[in-house]
């Protein structure tokens, strides 16, 4: 059996993720806020934390992995993340970018640290799968903690896929952009005030003439990729590129 740790697993795509890894006979470990929403499932097990919290990602990865026990591979897939501040520099809410970063980068970081560390004498194939964005390669103004990020992300991966290349058993990396998706999130990017996001009528359009990726078949994509033989190959990649 092959086991999973998605973060940001309670809805939008971590969920779909959740969702296309049981079907296909994983063992999962749901990471969010809240996991109450999950429906149960005998391979399922949620583990409730906060990730911007940085002292909680060493033992949420730990507890995540006794909890997977003999599985025959490991992956770590990091989706958890938020597009807010959606402000232009200058223009951030108090705390907004500190949060944003704590959970786009910094847990990321740690948990991606932790699994290398603990996983060190498994077996198996190891993989980190990292969700990120096209913004991490293009500027989108007011989403510069957005952006910046994701782009620390980017060039994360590509290190610790660097680091790995030298490894006895070395752990596969990609960072991927996975298009343009109908969460939650897109809902927070179309209510957000053109004075500080110019680029919010594109996303209207694209949800308007119903351009959006639905969670489950970006999941589905996304999973197909995981599991190919491509995956590992380019540690930044973009999955309409596929």
Not at 98 to 115: K, Q
């Amino acid at each position: 059996m092959n086991g999973y740790v998605v973060t940001g697993a309670s809805r939008g795509l971590g969920a779909a993720l959740t969702a296309q890894l049981l079907r296909d006979g994983g063992r999962v470990v749901a990471v969010a806020r809240d996991c109450g929403a999950l429906p149960a499932h005998p391979q399922l097990i949620t583990l409730d934390a906060d990730l911007t919290d940085s002292s909680l990602p060493p033992l949420v990865m730990e507890r995540a992995l006794a909890a997977l026990g003999d599985c025959d591979s490991l992956t770590l897939i990091n989706n958890a993340g938020t597009v807010q501040p959606i402000a232009q520099v200058g223009a951030y809410p108090p705390g907004a970018a500190e949060t944003a970063i704590a959970l786009n980068l910094t847990a990321p970081l740690l948990l991606c640290d932790a699994f290398v560390a603990h996983s060190a004498g498994h077996g198996g194939v190891r993989r980190v799968l990292n969700i990120s964005s096209g913004a991490a390669a293009n500027p989108y103004r007011g989403w510069s903690v957005y952006c910046a990020t994701k782009a620390g992300v980017d060039h994360f991966t590509r290190t610790l896929a660097a680091e790995q290349q030298g490894a006895a058993r070395p752990l596969l990396a990609v960072s991927l952009y996975p298009g343009v998706i109908d969460t939650g999130m897109q809902g927070e990017i179309r209510a957000a005030d053109p004075a500080q996001f110019p680029g919010k009528p594109r996303f209207d359009a694209l949800k308007a003439d119903g351009q959006l990726t639905s969670p489950a078949d970006a999941a589905a994509a996304i999973v197909a990729y995981l599991h190919g033989a491509a995956f590992g190959s380019v540690p930044v990649l973009d999955i309409r590129q596929l």
